[in-house]
């Protein structure tokens, strides 16, 4: 379990990053390393050179801004965990980043690095569907703004060319009366999930739902929001039930199943971790429109 | 150990020491056609390449001679130490590496071409033994390598006169050792002491040593085996594997030392596991719920090659008569022969399947009698007054299997009292109308441990004061070492502290061993504790002719031999010592022999049996499948406790195996043979967070079998878990019916059974 042979490069502005893509051939950019790591030992990839973004001090930061909150890519996942900003601008990413990995896997990973890997398991491209963030790429010839929504290209991969690199991940702000929830099942604490559910509801305080955004991850290469599941809820008074007919819509979408995980469970499960998300939110959200 | 001074295989650095690498069979069956080492050999830092044929060249022995003297063996498969001209499992090692660097070693082997033809594998050892099936080896008459019928009493008649019978079928499965440390082996042969030092992570230093000296044609006294610190055994380490004797071969031909450490993705393929059983019993019981008989048939995924007998398969079978009155027992037991790495004992060895089998069987008469669980156990337990039981099986030593002592009825009245069982009910009921499901299991269960024929220890005092014990028994983190100096301690008068425990080195001990089946501190424990009597016998005979006293008024106290009533009058144990080393031409004191040291190689056979109970509370997400354990209670008896730390220790870790087992540890394969879970990620260990609070409460019932009273304690807490754990998530699932047949229960399988259960109506 030695990685094949590479060349390690280590800039320290992102200009030099931008560089070495522009000029190099085969290169694994290296952001955190907690899965990137056990696939060069395990040589599923062999690049011949690793760009390691982790001393470029421009890429790291969480800021507010008029919009709801900005986060540089280099973040690890443990700085967000331990933000006050990140609990009270987006409570759902705060709820989330406890299910990914171990501590000490979180000392190191970044959220960059975690959106870009695109597990579909993953709980950080799930929230980002959830929450339909705004990837920030960067390469020599300019600067593109990616909604995640459009990102996914592929298990395991993006639309990024190889020469960008995505540089900062923005989160629009909740609206007033939103609630928020985000649900898993993972066989133990620290492993990715067999299918969790990320939620969002928006209860005005005649009880009626205003809004409703429902992400799922693990029935595919890549989070999906759940559009049929979202129109059922926008709209309806709030009543026992409600949330049920949404999980079952969710539970109605096709899966990919494995050997260990056949689709008709995943599907069913994902659309229990949806009701389960939702009754959450539910409760969060209503109780804030009370207030 | 905790300071970071322990020393194990991958610690060991010599003088340029090279290192290997291996190339592995990437299939499940083939027929290997040629291996191109060419594009290696000009690669930088490689420093030689081996296949079978090279190796030969030094070999007196195609096949490593492992085999097992089992009448129900029908043909033995001894494997070699890199593959011929078959493959026959993903991982089997085909060229050995030796280059400067185990990354460069790792692109050399990335480098070696490989031509193969494809053959039809078994992976499934039901479809193997059907007829028409393909041959997991060529070079094997047939895939059944052993069979067997373990029978007694008249089953017939019992099955004739039942008032119940209830047939079962269950596939139950077990996973790997999966210690800390994978395996590892460092060689070393020395021009000048015309020695082979190997360092090897193996729980059976000798047997290792006697199979490099089979197979390297070299003398016992060329060849010294040293198995260091050893983090974690478990059993696959008491196996030896091929690269034990690659690796010194390399090292011999490539003119070096040579040290190979095991990756997690090797150990995974290639490190024996324990895997696959499938079992079809029919239960015969009378109308009060006494058993009158089992039958049934076992059918056991063996694996490649042969290269530990039928420990495994007949661990299973004699499990499941555990502690109760069972009149007649007839079970066919099928080995198949698959295309994967062999299976072997793994901590619990078979015992957990077997007793998996009696316990659900146990459940199944008390549904269909509507009697308590505990009741059913209750009513056929052998009483205490019975004992010892002898069960008319005869076990590999030749004796009659024979339940030494033990109060089985009296270890589940504690543990139903400590579990709070009575009042269960109505928590569980209460915890239903909140849409709870939670219920609480039960399992007795039995362990032969202290399987001999013997184990040797040394102790001896050395004119400086330092005491020595040398045993042929191994370490591998179970606290064998603290046992045994414990145990020195205590008949020398000294503290523990002062004595240095040589385990597992063959330049220490003529013979031994090591670490399987439970046994250590029965055997070597009593061996050391035999020897070190010796030795106490002698300092005071000794002390007595040098104070001109009576042997019988002196006692041993810190480290000095004094006259009792009047401590001024003593000797140290080093002034002895030295007297006893002697001085040229003067008689000794006394005219007593020379020396303070006993060597004593005890001969064990028979068996004596831990038992124990365990009582598991499991909640049920029915919605999911998911289960969490809220506690976990063990009643557990190895006879007289030595140290009950480490006993504790050894419960909670095997308890956790067994937890594992049940509920998360899964090595599998797909239909071509390939195995799927080779990572962490994949192969689910149990962690701290998803256990619960295991609770250990020993009773003592010290056995008649050795002076100590001791029993052996390693893997007991593995054996009822699945039981037990199975048993609580069926009472949790009670209304619904659900029967649980398949092990490892994920969350898929048990949602699948709820779904499937479901009544007409429910909206679950």
Not at chain 1, 120 to 146: F, H, M, N
Not at chain 2, 90 to 115: H, Q, T, W
């Amino acid at each position: 379990m030695k990685p094949a042979p590479f060349t390690y490069h280590c800039p320290e502005t992102l200009g030099e990053a931008l560089e070495l893509l522009a000029r190099l051939e085969n290169v694994r950019v290296l952001a955190g390393g907690q899965s990137l790591m056990p696939m060069l030992n395990l040589r599923l990839v062999a690049p011949d050179h690793l760009v390691d973004l982790g001393r470029i001090e421009e890429l790291v930061g969480i800021e507010q801004t008029a919009d709801g909150l900005a986060l540089g890519a280099m973040t690890t996942q443990r700085a967000i965990e331990r933000s006050a900003l990140v609990r009270e601008r987006c409570p759902l990413l705060s709820e989330a980043i406890e299910h990914v990995g171990h501590q000490q896997t979180r000392n190191r990973g970044t959220i960059g690095g975690s959106l870009c890997h695109l597990d579909p398991a993953a709980e950080l491209p799930l929230v980002a569907a959830a929450l339909d963030a705004t990837l920030v790429a960067v390469s020599k010839s300019g600067q593109r703004r990616i909604r995640f929504a459009d990102f996914p290209a592929g298990y395991l991969t993006s639309q990024l060319r190889h020469d960008e690199i995505v540089t900062r991940v923005e989160f629009p702000a909740l609206r007033a009366g939103t609630g928020w929830a985000f649900v898993e099942l993972a066989r133990r604490p620290a492993d990715f999930a067999i299918a969790a559910a990320a939620a969002l509801l928006t209860v005005d305080s005649a009880d009626t739902i205003r809004d409703a955004r429902i992400a799922v991850g693990g029935l595919g290469p890549a989070p999906l929001r759940i559009a049929a599941a979202e129109q059922a809820l926008i709209g309806q008074k709030y009543r026992d039930g409600l949330l049920a007919s949404a999980g079952a819509a969710v539970a109605a979408c096709p899966a990919e199943g494995d050997a260990l995980y056949p689709s008709d469970y995943r599907r069913e499960l994902a659309g229990v971790m949806a009701k389960r998300a939702l009754e959450k939110a539910a409760g969060r959200a209503r109780s804030a429109a009370y207030v | 150990m905790l300071r970071g001074a322990g020393r194990f295989t991958d610690d060991i650095e010599l003088p340029g020491l090279l290192h290997a690498a291996f190339l592995r069979s990437p299939i499940a069956h083939a027929r290997l056609k040629r291996i191109d080492t060419a594009a290696t050999r000009t690669l930088p830092g490689v420093r030689g390449i081996f296949t079978f044929a090279d190796l030969r060249r030094i070999l007196t022995c195609d096949r490593i001679p492992l085999a097992t003297p089992a009448p129900a063996i029908r043909f033995n498969v001894d494997p070699t130490c890199l593959a011929v001209d078959e493959l026959c499992y993903v991982g089997e090692p085909i060229a050995i590496v030796v280059a400067e660097s185990r990354a460069l070693a790792e692109d050399a082997v990335n480098a070696i071409a490989l031509d193969f033809e494809p053959l039809p594998v078994v992976v499934d050892p039901h479809a193997g033994l059907e007829p028409g099936a393909p041959k997991a080896r060529l070079d094997c008459p047939g895939n059944l390598v052993a069979h067997q019928v373990m029978k007694y009493g008249d089953i017939d008649s019992a099955f004739a006169r039942a008032a119940l019978r209830i047939k079962e079928r269950f596939h139950l499965h077990k996973g790997g050792g999966h210690s800390i440390e994978a395996r590892g082996v460092v060689a070393r042969f020395d021009r000048i002491e015309d020695l082979l030092t190997v360092w090897d992570g193996t729980q059976m230093p000798h047997r290792a040593k006697t199979m490099l000296v089979a197979c390297l044609g070299l003398s016992e006294n060329q060849v010294r085996v040293i198995a260091p610190d050893v983090g974690g055994g478990f059993g696959p380490k008491a196996v030896f594997h091929p690269e034990e004797l690659a690796v010194p071969a390399a090292a011999l031909l490539v003119g070096a030392p040579v040290k190979w450490i095991e990756d997690r993705l090797e150990n995974f393929t290639a490190t024996v596991q324990e895997r696959d059983q499938d079992w079809r019993v029919e239960v015969a019981a009378t109308a009060d719920g006494k058993l009158l008989g089992i039958r049934g048939r076992l059918c056991h995924d063996h694996g490649a090659a042969t290269p530990y007998g039928v420990a495994l398969p007949h661990n299973a079978a004699t499990n499941v008569i555990g502690p109760y009155v069972l009149p007649a027992f007839e079970l066919e037991i099928a080995l198949c022969l698959t295309n994967k790495v062999p299976a072997v004992p793994i901590r619990g060895a078979g015992r957990p399947q077997g007793t998996f089998v009696m316990e659900m069987l146990l459940d199944r008469i008390a549904a269909e009698l509507s009697l308590p669980r505990d009741e059913v156990r209750r009513r056929n337990f052998i009483a205490p007054e019975q004992m010892p039981y002898t069960i008319p099986i005869v076990q590999r030593d030749g004796t009659m299997m024979t339940y030494d002592c033990g109060d089985y009825p009296e270890c589940q009245r504690r543990l139903l009292e400590t579990a709070g069982w009575t009042a269960f009910p109505a928590r569980q009921e209460a915890a239903r109308r909140e849409g709870r499901w939670i219920g609480l299991g039960l399992a007795n269960y039995l362990e032969a441990t202290g399987r001999g024929p013997f184990e040797s220890a040394s102790v001896r005092i050395a004119p400086s004061g330092a005491i020595f014990v040398a045993t042929g028994a191994t370490a591998q983190g179970q606290g064998v070492e603290t046992m045994l100096a414990q145990l020195v301690a205590e008949s020398l008068g000294v503290s523990p502290q002062s004595i240095r425990v040589t385990a597992g080195d063959t330049g220490a001990t003529l013979r031994g061993l090591g670490a399987f089946a439970s046994r250590q501190t029965v055997t070597a424990g009593n061996a050391v504790h035999r020897a070190a009597g010796i030795v106490a016998e002698k300092v005071r005979k000794a002390a007595a002719a040098m104070l001109e006293v009576a042997p019988e008024d002196l006692e041993l106290v810190d480290g000095m031999v004094r006259v009792k009533g009047v401590p001024e009058m003593k000797r140290s144990l080093a002034e002895i010592a030295r007297v006893f080393n002697g001085v040229p031409g003067f008689a000794l004191p006394g005219k007593l022999p020379p020396g303070l040291d006993a060597t004593v190689e005890l001969e064990a056979y028979g068996l004596t049996y831990t038992n124990g109970a365990h009582a598991v509370e499991a909640e049920v997400d029915i919605e999911t499948g998911a289960v969490r354990l809220n506690r976990y209670v063990v009643i557990h008896d190895c006879g007289r406790v030595i140290n009950p730390m480490i006993v504790e220790g050894q419960v909670h870790g095997a308890v956790v195996h067994g937890i594992g087992m049940t509920l998360l540890e899964w090595m599998r394969y797909d239909a071509s043979g390939q195995p799927l879970s080779v990572t962490y990620a994949d192969y689910l260990l149990p962690t701290a967070d998803v256990l619960p609070r295991i609770e250990v409460h020993h009773m003592e019932t010290p056995t008649p079998m050795n002076p100590l009273g001791v029993k052996g304690a390693a893997e007991s807490g593995t054996i009822a878990a699945p039981a037990a754990i199975v048993s609580a998530i069926e009472d949790a699932l009670a209304p619904l019916g659900v029967r649980i047949r398949e092990l490892p229960l994920t969350p898929a399988r048990l949602r699948a059974l709820i779904r499937a259960a479901k009544r007409p109506g429910d909206s679950l």
